[in-house]
């Protein structure tokens, strides 16, 4: 075949078969670029070889992002895997002109050199997920099987997300241990003891779906706990009508997370644990990627994809006692949906968990898992009363959180707490091979923090901030969101918990709406042609990044997120009023004039400090959209209890959505199918948590 000498020529090889045409392509374009892209795009579209093919769509990214406002960008499928080891500060040339693109597939044919002249990382992929907790990880794994380049990117290790927190035990309708369960009576539970919030069709898309989750586990090697004909032993959980808990130990959240982990290595799912995401980009209210910086060095990302998904957790971190870690579930998801479009549903629905630990105070409200209440633990008041017989004789410690998280705090508050503030929850009258076995983490953490045997001594506890059951404005098929190609998951999304979540369906959800939304956004990947693009967008994202780094006022970032969970405890914690809402609404006024005048300093640690400012950002915009929407629910219902509206209100049975703009919208809730309601049991009012 003739050598083409110029780029019209080279574009005639467009209409040529063969491997020699597509040899002359690959070593050609970089002498004849502008003939290069017309003929990528013939054999993006027709070459069955595989070089080929990622050469030709790098080619067509690399055109699209040197014009990214310039009409359709081409699409394209670089593989993340093989840029992510691109230097930070790479900008790429060819002979006469620049191209920035992926890495390895133009480099590795000695077609582009790199020179350092910028700073950052541009990366493409088909789908980004942002978070690698239990959900995020679903959703990589589900995408990666599905044969679509994806992303994880992360803030904090991946072996080391809140999913590995959770302890007692992930819901399904097996009947391995009560034959009459089923997954429409799990449906059942969950709305009903939602109070009636929770959208029933995702109630019913996750407990349908909820034992092949399962399944899932267990073909990737999961170590549930079995009985000894070899069945997955469930055990009972809060207001569960039957066994329909799996676990491992009260180690469960953990082994999912090192199972989920594990598969992704399997996949060689591409996963950066360090980097923060800021902004989503959009255009015309369609995502075309991210941008954030490396919390190692500072350096930039810019992240160009076909959707995004948001699975970065809730906002439970901006309370003073809390189940989450010091950098974690900050709000970070609900600021990433609301500045890229979105909204928020049912923001003031926050779970407090009856069992938190009181101290040391570095470790105050680290959970003692549910299991230790569904093992036989008996909760006790200073005056050794077991007081859950006030509030819910029939249940007892079996109670939905809410009430028993409400039934502590009344105790504490009336007087009747120990002098540290809390109450007791013992497990010493069980069996030493039970609590060693099927406890096991409730006896190390005790051990470990307060030198504290639990085989023999009760367990000071009081509510902690636990699990945030609004989030993200999301569809209840697909969790689609606002934004066209942007996906919520996890404790990022909402429509499953209403005003109560019961323990175990956060674990269960996550696989389900993982696998759902990874196969939602893979066929949104492949159904696009083209993609528009906004330079003004990942300038305005850079800037941002810049601006905050130059910060260097006197106001302390760490200091002032300790304000807002103070103002979160004192006037937006178990129990509200709406003096006290609106106490905290102005005082997160002036905390946020109080945040333009923050000092950012990186040091020999990193960039962490920079990470810490966005976050007190996300915190801000969290607290505020909680404190405003619980000053708009006008009652008392599950989790969200008013002293001054104690019953609930019929007419606020609806989803409050809260907008950038501060206002709140009543969504109507469909209603529940006949065949579940029939399942739902009247449970005793008896010892009415509020008068």
Same mark, same amino acid.
């Given at each position: 075949?003739?050598?083409?000498?110029?780029?019209?020529?080279?574009?005639?090889?467009?209409?040529?078969?063969?491997?020699?045409?597509?040899?002359?392509?690959?070593?050609?374009?970089?002498?004849?670029?502008?003939?290069?892209?017309?003929?990528?795009?013939?054999?993006?579209?027709?070459?069955?070889?595989?070089?080929?093919?990622?050469?030709?769509?790098?080619?067509?990214?690399?055109?699209?992002?040197?014009?990214?406002?310039?009409?359709?960008?081409?699409?394209?499928? $670089?593989?993340?895997?093989?840029?992510?080891?691109?230097?930070?500060?790479?900008?790429?040339?060819?002979?006469?002109?620049?191209?920035?693109?992926?890495?390895?597939?133009?480099?590795?044919?000695?077609?582009?050199?790199?020179?350092?002249?910028?700073?950052?990382?541009?990366?493409?992929?088909?789908?980004?997920?942002?978070?690698?907790?239990?959900?995020? $990880?679903?959703?990589?794994?589900?995408?990666?099987?599905?044969?679509?380049?994806?992303?994880?990117?992360?803030?904090?290790?991946?072996?080391?997300?809140?999913?590995?927190?959770?302890? !007692?035990?992930?819901?399904?309708?097996?009947?391995?241990?009560?034959?009459?369960?089923?997954?429409?009576?799990?449906?059942?539970?969950?709305?009903?003891?939602?109070?009636?919030?929770?959208?029933?069709?995702?109630?019913?898309?996750?407990?349908?779906?909820?034992?092949?989750?399962?399944?899932?586990?267990?073909?990737?090697?999961?170590?549930?706990?079995?009985?000894?004909?070899?069945?997955?032993?469930?055990?009972?959980?809060?207001?569960?009508?039957?066994?329909?808990?799996?676990?491992?130990?009260?180690?469960?959240?953990?082994? &999912?997370?090192?199972? $989920?982990?594990?598969?992704?290595?399997?996949?060689?799912?591409?996963?950066?644990?360090?980097?923060?995401?800021?902004?989503? *980009?959009?255009?015309?209210?369609?995502?075309?990627?991210?941008?954030?910086?490396?919390?190692?060095?500072?350096?930039?990302?810019?992240?160009?994809?076909?959707?995004?998904?948001?699975?970065?957790?809730?906002?439970?971190?901006?309370?003073?006692?809390?189940?989450?870690?010091?950098?974690?579930?900050?709000?970070?998801?609900?600021?990433?949906?609301?500045?890229?479009?979105?909204?928020?549903?049912?923001?003031?629905?926050?779970?407090?968990?009856?069992?938190?630990?009181?101290?040391?105070?570095?470790?105050?409200?680290?959970?003692?898992?549910?299991?230790?209440?569904?093992?036989?633990?008996?909760?006790?008041?200073?005056?050794?009363?077991?007081?859950?017989?006030?509030?819910?004789?029939?249940?007892?410690?079996?109670?939905?959180?809410?009430?028993?998280?409400?039934?502590?705090?009344?105790?504490?508050?009336?007087?009747?707490?120990?002098?540290?503030? !809390?109450? *007791?929850?013992?497990?010493?009258?069980?069996?030493?091979?039970?609590?060693?076995?099927?406890?096991?983490?409730?006896?190390?953490?005790?051990?470990?923090?307060?030198?504290?045997?639990?085989?023999?001594?009760?367990?000071?506890?009081?509510?902690?901030?636990?699990?945030?059951?609004?989030?993200?404005?999301?569809?209840?098929?697909?969790?689609?969101?606002?934004?066209?190609?942007?996906?919520?998951?996890?404790?990022?999304?909402?429509?499953?918990?209403?005003?109560?979540?019961?323990?175990?369906?956060?674990?269960?959800?996550?696989?389900?709406?993982?696998?759902?939304?990874?196969?939602?956004?893979?066929?949104?990947?492949?159904?696009?042609?083209?993609?528009?693009?906004?330079?003004?967008?990942?300038?305005?994202?850079?800037?941002?990044?810049?601006?905050? =780094?130059?910060?260097?006022?006197?106001?302390?970032?760490?200091?002032?997120?300790?304000?807002?969970?103070?103002?979160?405890?004192?006037?937006?914690?178990?129990?509200?009023?709406?003096?006290?809402?609106?106490?905290?609404?102005?005082?997160?006024?002036? =905390?946020?004039?109080?945040?333009?005048?923050?000092?950012?300093?990186?040091?020999?640690?990193?960039?962490?400090?920079?990470?810490?400012?966005?976050?007190?950002?996300?915190?801000?915009?969290?607290?505020?959209?909680?404190?405003?929407?619980?000053?708009?629910?006008?009652?008392?219902?599950?989790?969200?209890?008013?002293?001054?509206?104690?019953?609930?209100?019929?007419?606020?049975?609806?989803?409050?959505?809260?907008?950038?703009?501060?206002? &709140?919208?009543?969504?109507?809730?469909?209603?529940?199918?006949?065949?579940?309601?029939?399942?739902?049991?009247?449970?005793?009012?008896?010892?009415?948590?509020?008068?």
């Amino acid at each position: 075949m003739p050598r083409p000498a110029n780029s019209e020529q080279l574009v005639g090889l467009s209409s040529r078969q063969g491997v020699e045409a597509e040899r002359l392509f690959l070593t050609l374009t970089i002498a004849h670029y502008e003939g290069g892209v017309q003929m990528a795009e013939a054999f993006a579209g027709r070459s069955t070889n595989r070089a080929v093919l990622d050469f030709a769509h790098s080619i067509l990214k690399a055109q699209s992002m040197d014009h990214p406002d310039q009409g359709d960008a081409r699409r394209t499928r $670089l593989t993340p895997r093989l840029i992510r080891e691109k230097p930070s500060n790479t900008r790429y040339r060819r002979a006469g002109s620049r191209v920035r693109c992926g890495y390895v597939l133009l480099r590795r044919e000695g077609l582009l050199m790199p020179e350092h002249t910028v700073t950052g990382r541009r990366i493409s992929t088909s789908v980004l997920v942002i978070g690698t907790g239990g959900s995020g $990880l679903r959703a990589a794994i589900e995408l990666s099987e599905r044969g679509v380049d994806v992303l994880a990117v992360g803030k904090r290790p991946k072996n080391d997300a809140h999913t590995s927190l959770a302890a !007692g035990g992930i819901n399904a309708a097996l009947a391995t241990m009560d034959s009459e369960d089923s997954w429409q009576q799990h449906a059942a539970d969950t709305i009903q003891e939602s109070y009636f919030l929770a959208n029933p069709d995702t109630a019913e898309i996750v407990t349908m779906n909820a034992g092949r989750g399962i399944q899932d586990l267990v073909r990737w090697g999961m170590p549930f706990a079995r009985e000894s004909d070899g069945r997955i032993s469930q055990r009972y959980f809060g207001a569960h009508k039957y066994r329909r808990t799996a676990f491992a130990g009260d180690y469960t959240g953990l082994e &999912i997370q090192r199972t $989920l982990i594990a598969r992704a290595a399997q996949l060689e799912v591409p996963i950066l644990d360090s980097v923060y995401i800021t902004r989503i *980009l959009v255009r015309d209210n369609v995502v075309f990627g991210a941008y954030g910086f490396d919390l190692r060095d500072g350096s930039r990302v810019t992240i160009i994809a076909d959707a995004v998904i948001i699975a970065a957790g809730g906002h439970n971190r901006i309370w003073r006692r809390t189940s989450s870690r010091r950098d974690e579930n900050t709000g970070d998801s609900f600021k990433l949906a609301v500045d890229a479009g979105g909204r928020l549903r049912d923001a003031e629905l926050v779970q407090f968990h009856p069992s938190g630990i009181l101290e040391p105070e570095n470790a105050a409200g680290t959970l003692i898992s549910e299991a230790a209440r569904g093992e036989g633990g008996v909760l006790r008041n200073a005056l050794g009363e077991r007081f859950m017989a006030n509030y819910d004789p029939e249940r007892m410690e079996l109670s939905t959180r809410d009430r028993v998280a409400l039934a502590a705090y009344t105790e504490i508050k009336e007087g009747r707490g120990t002098p540290k503030g !809390g109450v *007791l929850l013992d497990i010493s009258h069980l069996p030493r091979e039970t609590i060693m076995t099927r406890l096991p983490r409730v006896y190390q953490t005790m051990l470990e923090l307060q030198v504290l045997d639990v085989t023999t001594t009760a367990i000071e506890i009081a509510p902690t901030a636990h699990y945030s059951m609004g989030g993200v404005w999301v569809r209840p098929d697909d969790h689609s969101t606002d934004v066209v190609g942007m996906y919520a998951i996890g404790e990022a999304s909402s429509g499953l918990h209403g005003a109560n979540r019961l323990g175990g369906n956060s674990l269960i959800e996550l696989l389900v709406f993982g696998r759902i939304v990874g196969q939602a956004a893979a066929e949104y990947s492949a159904g696009i042609i083209s993609q528009k693009r906004s330079q003004d967008a990942v300038d305005a994202a850079e800037r941002e990044v810049t601006d905050t =780094l130059a910060s260097d006022g006197q106001e302390n970032v760490r200091a002032l997120q300790r304000d807002i969970r103070n103002t979160m405890t004192d006037f937006g914690g178990v129990v509200r009023d709406e003096t006290g809402l609106l106490e905290g609404l102005r005082q997160l006024d002036v =905390l946020d004039e109080r945040q333009s005048r923050i000092g950012v300093h990186p040091d020999v640690a990193g960039f962490s400090g920079l990470g810490h400012a966005f976050d007190l950002r996300a915190s801000l915009m969290a607290a505020r959209a909680t404190l405003a929407c619980a000053l708009e629910r006008r009652e008392s219902r599950g989790a969200h209890n008013r002293s001054d509206y104690p019953d609930m209100d019929p007419a606020l049975q609806v989803n409050l959505v809260w907008s950038a703009d501060g206002s &709140i919208a009543h969504e109507q809730i469909p209603p529940v199918r006949a065949e579940i309601t029939a399942l739902m049991e009247d449970v005793t009012q008896a010892g009415k948590l509020l008068e």
